[in-house]
């Protein structure tokens, strides 16, 4: 796990944890891309006026790409000005210097960070509420760097100088301060990496996210025991039902046992 995960900073990121061999569009051709990413990855989108009064995410981008060149030439106080104004019409607060690839998709938007030294790959989808941040004050690479197709939840806080891999899916409200391998889930505070999955199952079902539904298993469980319970009062009925229900219960109490010992196995693995 360790080898795949080192050759896929190799090919992604320096030494520095900056992504490397990014594509460098126009300005124009880049604003037309993300214009068009919310009709391809909201399924709300209905109407093209929508992205200039429903879509913060959008335009916050917006004003980042017109604002990194600027930084990047040298105009850095223009540019903080321009995410300055940006930051009070829309509640998202970009750095100029932070770099963003191509078809980020920011869903709602209201109240994300995202540092100066915040580094973004390709097909990134981020949630309301999210905060790529720092932890040091030292003028050094000190913000997370998330590589292409990872989907950060509403909440989360990814900090300090970390690499997410590709194909991540961060919880929501989770705390990341911790590398992420490719093709994981990581949830919990700290978060904790639950599942890894293979790049078919990513490919055939992007969306799914296998974790142990301990909830669900213990109200079915609870449900079985009223129905116990229920029938206990018809004496007549007792006997008869407690001798067809027996061997459920005992199914539902060993599927109980058996999804809480992965789910504490899973927090323990590292």
């Not at 981008?61 to 829309?90: C, D, E, P, S, V």
């Not at 992420?180 to 199952?201: L, M, R």
């Not at 490919?203 to 974790?211: F, R, V, Y």
Request: aromatic share 8%.
């Amino acid at each position: 796990m360790e080898i795949q995960d080192n050759v896929t900073k190799n090919n992604y990121i320096d030494n520095r944890n900056n992504i490397i061999n990014k594509d460098e569009l126009s300005l124009f051709k880049q604003i037309k891309e993300d214009l068009k990413t919310p009709q391809i990855k909201d399924p709300a989108y209905s109407n093209f006026l929508e992205l200039f009064f429903n879509y913060h995410g959008v335009i916050a981008t917006i004003h980042h790409r017109i604002a990194h060149r600027l930084y990047k030439r040298g105009f850095k106080l223009l540019a903080r000005i321009i995410m300055g104004w940006n930051q009070f019409i829309t509640n998202i607060d970009i750095h100029p210097a932070a770099y963003i690839g191509r078809r980020i998709f920011i869903d709602h938007g209201i109240g994300i960070v995202i540092g100066e030294t915040a580094q973004i790959g390709n097909d990134v989808t981020i949630y309301q509420g999210v905060s790529l941040g720092g932890v040091s004050l030292e003028k050094t690479k000190r913000h997370p760097t998330i590589l292409h197709n990872t989907t950060i939840g509403a909440g989360a806080k990814v900090l300090g100088d970390i690499v997410i891999g590709e194909n991540v899916k961060i919880g929501s409200n989770s705390v990341v301060i911790k590398d992420v391998p490719s093709n994981s889930t990581a949830v919990g505070i700290p978060a904790k990496v639950i599942i890894k999955q293979d790049k078919k199952e990513i490919n055939e079902k992007p969306t799914t996210t296998k974790l142990p539904d301990i909830n669900l298993t213990m109200f079915e469980y609870i449900l079985c025991r009223l129905k116990v319970l229920e029938n206990m009062l018809d004496k007549d009925k007792y006997e008869e039902y407690l001798q067809k229900c027996k061997n459920e219960l005992a199914l539902k109490e060993n599927e109980l046992s058996k999804v809480y010992e992965d789910f504490l196995k899973a927090l323990n693995d590292k």
